[in-house]
């Protein structure tokens, strides 16, 4: 689609503006962008290492804490059967670690005693102790800092189960060794299942090397829920923990709502266990959260080699995009842990937003000034400028016309006018020394005609007249001219009707090639179309000179399909396009072996193999033409096969099997055959020396090693 003068220019000044202003626009955008951008990837930094540091903290305080009581039990500083003692100590510890929830201890026999710190930061005590009947006895008391233990409950026969089955003294007995459990729901008050937590797990070996129980320094998972709720990120940010257990699977385990004041609007971290005996905590994939499950859905399900740095990702929710951001906790030996951060993309970027729509705003206001300018200029110009574009139009069509040139009073657009017109007129001129194709390609690649050659794939046709030596000395130089004029206009007319290039005449002479310089699909058809259309062409020529006592003209037509070079060749201030090679050389021999066969139109192998379906030949002989080793076939061109008559078909068919039978040395059965195509046409020169050949070859056969080939 092309466009006018005026809409030219104004799309220049409208395209230069908006190009500036969103060059501009956008590298403030972006600076701004990065700049904002960058700060929140600060903040998300900042924040999940404060998360680092509580969370190492309280690892750290309960890993100390469970060392130390396990020493204090295994060295006998504390006697673990002296229930009071051990519970008095582990309240003191508790008003110690403020992070700390719970410290218990579990014996092999049953006992159980631990000190437990509420959501409300209320002390109570818990002694599980099995009575000689197999029962277990449970006490529980409040205390009150200052003051005695009060009886919260007594039940002798407690369905609480015993420590020796809960998760974190089978893990510690099994790693021997201080262990970290994975995520579980802890004993609270009574025998509920209601707090979820984590525990460091310390068995403590008699000095015999026997187990005495398992330690436990625990904090529960609301603690880390509260801490995460006083994490600034922005007013609707969030930060959690999450989990990585030892199936693969994970869980959420601190998230801000599970510490909200509102009990209708708190996140419980545990769900109903699917076998329905007590609770269990949450999975990821059930997190009421969608942000959070969004976030869980972008960051995969691989997750056995996330870094101790954060990392960032983006993602959207709803209509809603979020920074995010997650790094692993990174302790050795300690819980597989993931710090999990989100950030509303609009609270980072608002501003710079509101800063783009202003630009914007500001951007359109100039373009429409802009473009109001530029169409009053442009109209005063455009309709010289069109006329101008139209006859430029015209040249690239080929349509060279005189016209007298537009007249303006603008000098450049007069001075564009006329040199446009004197162009025409070079052309007009350039047209006629150079094949058509060419000038086109040269006009439409905008480049200098300049040396060099490439090797193509080409179909290259040679024309001779026959004795026009002899005719031309019987004409005055007028005559001859004007029918050579009238033969050459004719003959070229139909090679270029069929997409040929017309490289040079040569006195009576033609040269043409197809293929070249735009390649041509059956470029061999439409070569042996051509000639098959001049040779009907020649004989309406005929009858015309006939009319005006003139001598009639006979030609010979050589054509050959093969590679050779096409290109400029000459010197760099006079340049000739034509073709040199093998195949120029095959088609220029194939042109005078006419004279030797009384044929007009003889075709090589190549060639007839590019069109046997649709052009009827004859073959005519295997020959080595002068200048190359290897023998070729040459065949007759008869005509296209729809438009052959019975006779030249059945002519064709003679001419084949006779030929065959020739390179069988079958000598009296192929002489039969060319003698039976003498008897239709006696002037039949090919058939005549190929019977002769026969006959020849049947009283003194040739050599085992003959193949038929004939040299020339």
């Known amino acids: 689609m092309r466009i006018s003068f005026r809409a030219t220019l104004l799309t220049l000044m409208l395209a230069v503006l908006l190009t500036a202003v969103a060059l501009l626009g956008t590298a403030a955008y972006l600076y701004a962008r990065f700049a904002v951008q960058d700060l929140g990837a600060q903040v998300l930094d900042q924040a999940s290492k404060r998360v680092e540091q509580h969370v190492q903290h309280a690892l750290d305080v309960a890993e100390d804490e469970a060392d130390t009581v396990a020493r204090l039990i295994g060295e006998d500083w504390i006697d673990p059967d002296d229930q009071k003692r051990l519970g008095t100590y582990f309240l003191a510890a508790l008003e110690a670690r403020p992070s700390l929830s719970y410290l218990s201890f579990g014996m092999p026999s049953g006992k159980y005693y631990h000190a437990f710190r509420d959501r409300n930061g209320d002390l109570s005590v818990l002694w599980l102790t099995p009575e000689p009947d197999g029962s277990r006895r449970l006490q529980e008391f409040t205390v009150v800092p200052g003051e005695d233990w009060h009886v919260l409950r007594d039940i002798p026969r407690s369905k609480r189960t015993p420590p020796y089955d809960r998760p974190y003294y089978l893990a510690?007995?099994?790693?021997?060794?201080?262990?970290?459990?994975?995520?579980?729901?802890?004993?609270g008050s009574g025998e509920s299942l209601d707090v979820p937590g984590v525990s460091r797990a310390v068995p403590v070996k008699q000095p015999g090397g026997e187990l005495a129980g398992v330690l436990t320094a625990d904090f529960d998972l609301y603690a880390l829920?509260?801490?995460?709720?006083?994490?600034?990120?922005?007013?609707?940010?969030v930060a959690f923990l999450l989990e990585v257990t030892g199936d693969g699977s994970r869980r959420v385990i601190a998230h801000p709502a599970a510490a909200d004041p509102d009990p209708a609007k708190r996140l419980d971290l545990t769900q109903p266990a699917p076998d329905g005996d007590g609770r269990v905590t949450?999975?990821?994939?059930?997190?009421?959260?969608?942000?959070?499950?969004?976030?869980?859905?972008?960051?995969?399900?691989?997750?056995?080699?996330?870094?101790?740095?954060?990392?960032?990702?983006?993602?959207?929710?709803g209509e809603r995009a979020y920074m995010g951001g997650f790094r692993h906790l990174g302790r050795p030996g300690g819980p597989n842990w993931i710090i999990g951060m989100l950030l509303p993309e609009d609270e980072i970027f608002g501003d710079v937003q509101h800063m783009a729509e202003l630009m914007i705003y500001l951007g359109l206001g100039g373009v429409l000034v802009a473009g109001a300018l530029s169409g009053l200029l442009s109209t005063s110009v455009a309709g010289y400028l069109g006329a101008i574009a139209k006859e430029t139009r015209k040249i690239g069509q080929f349509r060279l016309d005189p016209k007298p040139p537009v007249q303006s009073r603008i000098r450049e657009i007069s001075t564009l006018a006329t040199a446009v017109e004197e162009m025409k007129t070079s052309l007009r001129s350039f047209q006629k020394y150079v094949p058509a194709d060419l000038v086109r390609m040269l006009l439409e690649s905008g480049e200098?005609?300049?040396?060099?050659?490439?090797?193509?794939?080409i179909t290259v046709y040679f024309s001779d007249i026959v004795g026009?030596?002899?005719?031309?000395?019987?004409?005055?130089?007028?005559?001859?001219?004007?029918?050579?004029?009238?033969?050459?206009?004719?003959?070229?007319?139909?090679?270029?009707?069929y997409g040929g290039t017309v490289d040079k005449f040569i006195g009576d002479a033609i040269m043409a090639f197809w293929g070249a310089p735009q390649p041509l699909e059956q470029d061999a058809l439409a070569a042996c179309r051509a000639a098959l259309a001049n040779r009907a062409r020649l004989e309406t020529l005929r009858e015309v000179w006939a009319k005006a006592d003139l001598p009639a003209l006979d030609t010979r037509t050589g054509i050959h399909t093969g590679t050779a070079t096409v290109g400029n060749f000459g010197s760099p201030s006079r340049l000739d396009y034509t073709a040199i090679g093998d195949a120029v050389n095959?088609?220029?021999?194939?042109?005078?072996?006419?004279?030797?066969?009384?044929?007009?139109?003889?075709?090589?192998?190549v060639t007839q193999h590019e069109v046997?379906?649709?052009?009827?030949?004859?073959?005519?002989?295997?020959?080595?033409?002068?200048?190359?080793?290897e023998?070729?076939?040459?065949?007759?061109?008869?005509?296209?096969?729809?438009?052959?008559?019975?006779?030249?078909?059945?002519?064709?068919?003679?001419?084949?099997?006779?030929?065959?039978?020739?390179?069988?040395?079958?000598?009296?059965?192929?002489?039969?055959?060319?003698?039976?195509i003498l008897e239709r046409n006696p002037a039949d020169m090919a058939a005549l020396i190929l019977r002769d050949r026969c006959r020849k070859f049947r009283d003194s056969p040739p050599p085992p090693d003959w193949d038929g080939l004939t040299r020339t």
């Open 172 to 187: 510690a007995q099994e790693a021997g060794k201080a262990v970290w459990t994975e995520s579980y729901v802890f004993l």
């Open 468 to 497: 026009f030596t002899s005719i031309s000395e019987a004409l005055t130089p007028e005559t001859l001219v004007d029918m050579l004029a009238r033969y050459l206009d004719e003959m070229t007319g139909e090679i270029l009707r």
């Open 225 to 237: 829920s509260r801490f995460l709720r006083d994490v600034a990120l922005g007013s609707e940010g």
């Open 586 to 605: 095959v088609a220029s021999r194939l042109e005078n072996l006419n004279r030797v066969y009384g044929t007009d139109i003889l075709i090589s192998e």
């Open 282 to 317: 949450i999975r990821a994939e059930d997190i009421a959260d969608p942000r959070v499950a969004k976030f869980l859905q972008t960051l995969g399900h691989d997750l056995a080699d996330v870094p101790a740095t954060l990392q960032e990702l983006r993602f959207e929710t």
């Open 448 to 457: 200098e005609a300049k040396l060099g050659g490439a090797r193509a794939e």
């Open 612 to 629: 046997a379906g649709v052009i009827v030949t004859r073959p005519i002989d295997k020959v080595a033409v002068k200048g190359r080793h």
């Open 631 to 676: 023998g070729l076939v040459i065949y007759a061109l008869i005509g296209e096969r729809e438009r052959c008559s019975e006779e030249e078909l059945a002519l064709a068919r003679s001419c084949t099997e006779a030929m065959a039978l020739y390179f069988e040395r079958k000598w009296e059965a192929a002489e039969a055959g060319f003698s039976a």
